[in-house]
């Protein structure tokens, strides 16, 4: 398509004041060649809409509006098919630069040669569309309370469900409880679960398909294409079952954690977990002993019966307190006479459930007590006998009781997380060892790693494995600070107490949440549209394959499972699973991926656009490849505060560090420049990449700039690679004006003027 462009400088919000307006429009006109600039008194929604009105009358297919940042519009107010391009000379440059100096208008002007320059060498963009039609039917996978609230919310809003349950009913564990923790207010009295009337109305909603005793075989293909396969769970040869989705809700659940060995859980038949006490009260509506089915008037709880061993399971489940509490009712409600004894390290009630405490509290039969339980012995009359250690006086205590119940913690039912990480990591030696017999080892161990224990939930046919990447508890692994439901694999949405621990209330409105992404993911995909971060987005990757060495970097790299491959290592692309990170674009050292609006030659045509000044005139370039979710917002925020910072900065955002090519570093000193910084979202345990992976990806290919740089004789202080959450905007001018004083040690770039 021909270019068509309009360019828009404002001269409101003081830039008039601080710029030569005449020498922008003259750079974008004589030096640029374009011949259509014309100046605006605002970027408000009036000025704009004339703007618009202009746009369609001229035709323009790109256009550059340099006023205000990019974050003060609504793209959607933008016509379809048209590029539009925002220079945020308000924020970037005036607020942050002094006016009517020569340096800060050198700033404006290579920003409009850079982003005029960006406009000439992309493509507009046009949606995906598979060969095939997009499927809106969405796979719920788990028949408890997470699964049939977001299948009946999901089938209540028009969509089609199909409910996939491996056992023989519908209700997952709230399915065996007696009664709820009170959900309303006053947070006094134990409710009904309202589980029979949940199923009942799964089992009459048109729209939904249940299948029990099924699990899924294997699900391939992405988002609006999904194939599942369906197979018995029990092995009792039912047939399999075939279908298509277009996105995927996995709602499986949790699953007890067994008890510490220094507890006697097993050893003495009176001591059960808390979801065998809520079994038995379901089934029989009384409490009784194991060892002789006598009734019971004397029962310990005992709080973090596998927590507080961090080698055994060391994160808080949430919502055991809440149950010991609930399940001292029982007995209590069973008979007035009895005793229910509650030891605990701390004891969680968040929320209004801190009224349902107090109510217990106010009861006289039960009684609680900071301590830890060391010792439990049976007696000779049947009795079992705690010791109580570290209790609140200071001495240890004992108590005698007919029943211990432990307050076993809630693991998901999901990937093992440790397992994952090894699998993952030898799937990588297996590529990247120096000699044969570590990769041939580290071959050996991705074959046995891949059948491992917790691997068989979902089932993907993706390369990258089976199962959703999880954490180190097993949980799914997300973007979990902004994108919760978000897991690693596009279209496919963890709800429930998979994702983290959480009572049935909880539970319901991360099903709603859930069902609402996955609703979300077949219209955008429909449209040829990214999900989060980049939603809306209608780029997608392209491979020009006759130049691929099939080095598998990109596929494993991936933070999103987007690519499989062949048998020979060729990249396979899935379109709708990308999020359009560009990490593979950054991984490839052949440099054949690309997006229409985002690839090598748009950021190279950018970098070569400024004008870098003689040796002798002393101002140094600098370039800030920022990334656009932290990094580069951080600038608005160091603008809107007048912040001041280094003249000689040049700043390009990119969609995620991770797909920073190391080709942009060596044009960028290739063309004069000084130094060049690289600035990503933070990572780590408590990471916010919004591309999960990208900002340690780049980081890790820090030894590749730094061979680079050798290369051309460059000392490698001159790259600096940063992390940045937003909030540390002020942080920025610091970064900036560190790498100035390196290269004020090491002199100018020798290429410069070469």
Same mark, same amino acid.
């Given at each position: 398509?021909?270019?068509?462009?309009?360019?828009?400088?404002?001269?409101?919000?003081?830039?008039?004041?601080?710029?030569?307006?005449?020498? %922008?429009?003259?750079?974008?006109?004589?030096?640029?060649?374009?011949?259509?600039?014309?100046?605006?008194?605002?970027?408000?929604?009036?000025?704009?809409?004339?703007?618009?009105?202009?746009?369609?009358?001229?035709?323009?297919?790109?256009?550059?509006?340099?006023?205000?940042?990019?974050?003060?519009?609504?793209?959607?107010?933008?016509?379809?098919?048209?590029?539009?391009?925002?220079?945020?000379?308000?924020?970037?440059?005036?607020?942050?630069?002094?006016?009517?100096?020569?340096?800060?208008?050198?700033?404006?002007?290579?920003?409009?040669?850079?982003?005029?320059?960006?406009?000439?060498?992309?493509?507009?963009?046009?949606?995906?569309?598979?060969?095939?039609?997009?499927?809106?039917?969405?796979?719920?996978?788990?028949?408890?309370?997470?699964?049939?609230?977001?299948?009946?919310?999901?089938?209540?809003?028009?969509?089609?469900?199909?409910?996939?349950?491996?056992?023989?009913?519908?209700?997952?564990?709230?399915?065996?409880?007696?009664?709820?923790?009170?959900?309303?207010?006053?947070?006094?009295?134990?409710?009904?679960?309202?589980?029979?009337?949940?199923?009942?109305?799964?089992?009459?909603?048109?729209?939904?398909?249940?299948?029990?005793?099924?699990?899924?075989?294997?699900?391939?293909?992405?988002?609006? %294409?999904?194939?599942?396969?369906?197979?018995?769970?029990?092995?009792?040869?039912?047939?399999?079952?075939?279908?298509?989705?277009?996105?995927?809700?996995?709602?499986?659940?949790?699953?007890?954690?067994?008890?510490?060995?220094?507890?006697?859980?097993?050893?003495?038949?009176?001591?059960?977990?808390?979801?065998?006490?809520?079994?038995?009260?379901?089934?029989?509506?009384?409490?009784?002993?194991?060892?002789?089915?006598?009734?019971?008037?004397?029962?310990?709880?005992?709080?973090?019966?596998?927590?507080?061993?961090?080698?055994?399971?060391?994160?808080?489940?949430?919502?055991?307190?809440?149950?010991?509490?609930?399940?001292?009712?029982?007995?209590?409600?069973?008979?007035?006479?009895?005793?229910?004894?509650?030891?605990?390290?701390?004891?969680?009630?968040?929320?209004?459930?801190?009224?349902?405490?107090?109510?217990?509290?106010?009861?006289?039969?039960?009684?609680?007590?900071?301590?830890?339980?060391?010792?439990?012995?049976?007696?000779?009359?049947?009795?079992?006998?705690?010791?109580?250690?570290?209790?609140?006086?200071?001495?240890?205590?004992?108590?005698?009781?007919?029943?211990?119940?432990?307050?076993?913690?809630?693991?998901?039912?999901?990937?093992?997380?440790?397992?994952?990480?090894?699998?993952?990591?030898?799937?990588?030696?297996?590529?990247?060892?120096?000699?044969?017999?570590?990769?041939?080892?580290?071959?050996?161990?991705?074959?046995?790693?891949?059948?491992?224990?917790?691997?068989?939930?979902?089932?993907?046919?993706?390369?990258?494995?089976?199962?959703?990447?999880?954490?180190?508890?097993?949980?799914?692994?997300?973007?979990?600070?902004?994108?919760?439901?978000?897991?690693?694999?596009?279209?496919?949405?963890?709800?429930?107490?998979?994702?983290?621990?959480?009572?049935?209330?909880?539970?319901?409105?991360?099903?709603?949440?859930?069902?609402?992404?996955?609703?979300?993911?077949?219209?955008?995909?429909?449209?040829?549209?990214?999900?989060?971060?980049?939603?809306?987005?209608?780029?997608?990757?392209?491979?020009?394959?006759?130049?691929?060495?099939?080095?598998?970097?990109?596929?494993?790299?991936?933070?999103?499972?987007?690519?499989?491959?062949?048998?020979?290592?060729?990249?396979?692309?899935?379109?709708?699973?990308?999020?359009?990170?560009?990490?593979?674009?950054?991984?490839?050292?052949?440099?054949?991926?690309?997006?229409?609006?985002?690839?090598?030659?748009?950021?190279?045509?950018?970098?070569?656009?400024?004008?870098?000044?003689?040796?002798?005139?002393?101002?140094?370039?600098?370039?800030?490849?920022?990334?656009?979710?932290?990094?580069?917002?951080?600038?608005?925020?160091?603008?809107?505060?007048?912040?001041?910072?280094?003249?000689?900065?040049?700043?390009?955002?990119?969609?995620?560090?991770?797909?920073?090519?190391?080709?942009?570093?060596?044009?960028?000193?290739?063309?004069?420049?000084?130094?060049?910084?690289?600035?990503?979202?933070?990572?780590?345990?408590?990471?916010?990449?919004?591309?999960?992976?990208?900002?340690?990806?780049?980081?890790?290919?820090?030894?590749?700039?730094?061979?680079?740089?050798?290369?051309?004789?460059?000392?490698?202080?001159?790259?600096?690679?940063?992390?940045?959450?937003?909030?540390?905007?002020?942080?920025?001018?610091?970064?900036?004006?560190? %790498?100035?004083?390196?290269?004020?040690?090491?002199?100018?770039?020798?290429?410069?003027?070469?």
């Amino acid at each position: 398509m021909d270019n068509k462009i309009g360019v828009y400088i404002c001269n409101g919000y003081g830039i008039a004041e601080a710029l030569d307006i005449d020498e %922008l429009r003259k750079v974008v006109i004589d030096e640029c060649e374009v011949p259509f600039c014309k100046i605006i008194p605002s970027c408000e929604p009036a000025d704009i809409a004339k703007v618009i009105a202009e746009i369609k009358a001229e035709g323009f297919n790109k256009v550059l509006i340099a006023g205000v940042s990019a974050r003060n519009y609504d793209d959607k107010i933008f016509p379809k098919g048209v590029q539009v391009e925002k220079l945020a000379l308000r924020e970037h440059v005036v607020w942050c630069q002094p006016p009517n100096e020569e340096d800060t208008l050198m700033m404006a002007t290579d920003y409009i040669r850079m982003y005029i320059a960006k406009l000439k060498k992309m493509e507009v963009p046009e949606p995906f569309q598979p060969d095939e039609p997009i499927d809106k039917t969405l796979l719920v996978v788990g028949g408890g309370v997470t699964g049939m609230t977001a299948a009946l919310n999901a089938a209540k809003a028009g969509y089609s469900v199909k409910l996939v349950e491996k056992s023989n009913r519908l209700g997952g564990w709230l399915g065996k409880q007696y009664k709820s923790i009170p959900t309303q207010a006053p947070f006094r009295e134990l409710e009904d679960t309202g589980i029979d009337a949940m199923i009942s109305d799964v089992e009459t909603q048109a729209n939904i398909e249940t299948f029990v005793s099924m699990k899924t075989a294997s699900i391939e293909g992405a988002p609006g %294409l999904f194939d599942v396969t369906l197979a018995s769970a029990n092995g009792n040869g039912s047939g399999e079952k075939k279908f298509r989705v277009g996105a995927i809700i996995q709602a499986t659940g949790w699953e007890p954690v067994d008890p510490r060995e220094t507890l006697p859980y097993g050893k003495l038949d009176d001591v059960i977990r808390n979801v065998e006490y809520e079994e038995m009260m379901n089934s029989t509506g009384k409490v009784t002993r194991p060892s002789d089915g006598r009734e019971v008037s004397r029962v310990a709880f005992i709080q973090c019966g596998g927590n507080r061993d961090k080698t055994h399971h060391s994160f808080c489940s949430s919502i055991c307190c809440l149950t010991s509490l609930k399940q001292a009712m029982y007995l209590r409600e069973q008979n007035k006479e009895a005793k229910a004894y509650i030891f605990y390290e701390f004891l969680r009630t968040p929320g209004h459930y801190e009224d349902f405490y107090r109510r217990v509290q106010d009861d006289p039969g039960v009684f609680l007590t900071k301590g830890d339980v060391v010792e439990v012995e049976r007696q000779d009359n049947g009795d079992l006998l705690l010791t109580i250690d570290n209790t609140m006086p200071g001495k240890k205590i004992q108590v005698a009781v007919d029943l211990i119940v432990l307050a076993a913690g809630m693991k998901p039912n999901a990937a093992d997380g440790e397992a994952i990480r090894k699998y993952n990591d030898a799937k990588v030696a297996a590529v990247k060892s120096d000699s044969d017999k570590q990769k041939q080892d580290a071959a050996k161990l991705v074959e046995e790693l891949k059948q491992h224990e917790g691997r068989e939930i979902l089932n993907l046919k993706y390369r990258q494995g089976p199962d959703l990447p999880a954490l180190q508890y097993g949980f799914p692994d997300s973007h979990f600070i902004c994108f919760p439901y978000e897991t690693r694999r596009t279209g496919i949405y963890a709800a429930g107490s998979v994702r983290q621990p959480m009572d049935g209330m909880a539970s319901r409105e991360d099903a709603t949440g859930a069902a609402l992404k996955a609703i979300q993911c077949v219209e955008m995909t429909s449209r040829g549209e990214a999900v989060h971060p980049r939603a809306g987005d209608t780029s997608y990757p392209e491979f020009f394959l006759q130049k691929c060495t099939q080095c598998k970097r990109c596929t494993e790299e991936c933070p999103f499972g987007v690519l499989n491959e062949d048998e020979k290592g060729t990249p396979l692309l899935r379109a709708t699973r990308c999020r359009r990170c560009g990490v593979c674009l950054g991984a490839c050292p052949e440099r054949i991926v690309s997006f229409k609006d985002y690839s090598i030659s748009v950021i190279t045509n950018m970098i070569k656009a400024v004008e870098v000044p003689d040796e002798d005139e002393e101002k140094p370039r600098i370039l800030a490849l920022l990334c656009e979710n932290d990094a580069f917002p951080a600038m608005d925020l160091l603008g809107q505060n007048r912040i001041r910072y280094n003249p000689f900065i040049r700043i390009i955002p990119v969609r995620c560090l991770g797909s920073v090519n190391i080709i942009w570093v060596s044009e960028a000193f290739s063309a004069g420049y000084d130094g060049v910084i690289l600035i990503g979202c933070k990572y780590g345990d408590d990471y916010q990449c919004h591309f999960i992976k990208g900002s340690e990806l780049a980081d890790s290919r820090g030894e590749n700039i730094r061979e680079k740089l050798q290369q051309m004789a460059m000392e490698d202080q001159r790259v600096e690679i940063h992390q940045l959450q937003i909030s540390d905007y002020e942080k920025l001018p610091e970064i900036f004006d560190s %790498l100035q004083k390196v290269i004020d040690e090491f002199g100018m770039n020798p290429f410069k003027g070469m």
